[in-house]
């Protein structure tokens, strides 16, 4: 090895290698998105990413992960070059040869850690920016035109999509960028070993036979009938993955539930219950995690046995020609490592597969939950428009998903200072009218004109955000620095509460539910919004704090349309007319 050349040697082979390598990279990438489902799926989900027109940066990254890539494919033929180099010092007790292979090693060493420590950070560095990409485009879909509630009206919703959008996003990212450069970087290697294991194998004689080069053909016909036991072995795990991810999910989502309802949970005694159901969840996850084991032991067992057996294949085929002293010490040496590194390399698609089985069921999410996004924007939706100050209703029909009429030919308008209570039976479609007005339904007709400007809605459990009292109030408005939002307070009955405003505490679980419907009529009053609709939003107060609140609307936001949904009678001393929904699509205004 002639190390004064091995600098040039190397910048030469990299340029070649890394032109080539583009090229291949570039057709077999077309190809796969051109022609196979994943390739499909994986470019309807980060194709955009490597636009250059809209960021050249991924794409350059990405070109210098695959060059310290095939760097790394180099520094591992040196290496193998270098051991033999020492181990043949050794073996002729050459002093010199081997200090000389020593201070190799030195330089050898320092550029693979710098070579290693870059290809670290830019690994990473591409993973975040493309997590980060990502993570923007799903969630920027899921709360656009409120994909995330109006999905739940599809017909097979997306499950867990908190789990899709955080881990998934993760394991996608990491997982292609490791994968693309692992199959480069096996490949490239391949050959490069390939090369070096041809100038060092002889004649092998197999049953009779004088084969030629024959360890190398060994090699490949051995890799090869064992990566396809392999994947006839472990391709049952690509289903198993998945259902480990979606069993999983289903436990978390249940145990979240459960600490979102525990108050109704203990009022009701229902530990029983619920712990039967997240025992039976979990259950499902053992079950299916014992599936996994048992497949991962053939997997794994055929695995091991490969490559044990490997392991002294080479030293038992290159031992005649040892002894008859044809080859070196380190011949036979650098036999093995060409061996072992070529067996790797041409089983990496073998060993990675499991990996390869988990990265599917990824792509299989979160394609699912981009068609649950376009399935979701693409339900129908009202006419809906904004005019002056009027709301109004022209021929609206509204259904059921399975198409019973709740509403039909509704229409009626409505002015400031003439608010609507809108009574009915229950299930005759009270708060699904407020779902079409708000634009939330689907299932409706017609055309719907709201007042400019901001509108509010009020529901029976109001929400209240993760933050402080003041969050809470100003929601979902940027909460403001000043007093009057203790006065706010203290006109809903609610002053107690105003040393606390800047605490952040959990408030859904602190406040009473009729505590939380004072602190929504709040919100309301410092909103001062166009139009407000309140559906059972005083249903936890008492008759005299029902009467407070709404006549706290009524006196300082007297321009506001305001539509109510309630039974009580004691809300039509606040609402100059009534629309009564008389079911089976009939209603009466009055």
Known sequence: MNWS????????????????????????????????????????????????RHNPRPTLLLLAILFFTLFGVRMSVLFSQWYNQMYASLQKLDEQLFWVAMWGFAVLASVHIVRALTSFYLNQAFTLHWRQWLNERLLAGWLDKQAYFRSQYLATPADNPDQRLQQDVTSFAAMSLSLSMGVIDALVSTIEFTIILWGLSGVLNLFGTEIPRGMVFVVYVYVIIATVFAFKIGRPLIRLNFLNEKLNADYRYSLVRLREYGESVAFYRGEGVEGDKLRSRFSGIIGNAWAIVYRSLKFQGFNFIVSQTAAVFPFIIQAQRFFSKQITLGDMVQTAQAFGQLQDNLSFF??????????????DRLTGFVDAIEQADNL??????????????????IHTPQG?????????????????LIRGRSGSGKTTLLRAIAGLWPYCEGHI?????????????????????????????????GDEA??????????????RLDESE?????????????????????AKPQSAFLDEATSAMDEGLEHTMYALVRERLPQTVLISVGHRSTLNSHHSHQLELLGEGRWQLA
């Open 5 to 52: 050349q091995e600098l040039l040697n190397s910048s030469l082979w990299l340029l070649k290698a890394y032109s080539i390598t583009l090229v291949i990279a570039l057709l077999a990438g077309w190809a796969l998105v051109r022609f196979s489902g994943w390739g499909k799926q994986f470019w309807r989900l980060s194709g955009d990413f490597f636009s250059l």
């Open 350 to 363: 073998r060993s990675a597969y499991d990996d390869f089985a988990g990265y599917r069921a990824v792509l």
């Open 380 to 397: 129908p939706s009202p006419q809906i428009s904004t005019r002056g100050k009027l709301l109004a209703l022209s021929a609206l029909n």
């Open 404 to 420: 019973r009429t709740l509403l039909s030919d509704a229409t009626l308008s409505i002015k400031p200072g003439e608010p609507l």
């Open 449 to 481: 004109t709201r007042p400019e400007g901001r509108s509010i809605f009020l529901s029976q459990k109001p929400y209240l955000p993760q933050g402080t009292l003041r969050d809470a109030l100003y929601y979902p408005s940027a909460a403001e620095a």
């Open 486 to 499: 203790a006065k706010i307070l203290a006109l809903v009955q609610l002053g107690h509460l105003s040393s």
């Open 506 to 526: 959990e408030w859904a679980h602190i406040l009473s539910l009729g505590e939380q419907q004072r602190l929504a009529f709040g919100r309301l009053l410092l």
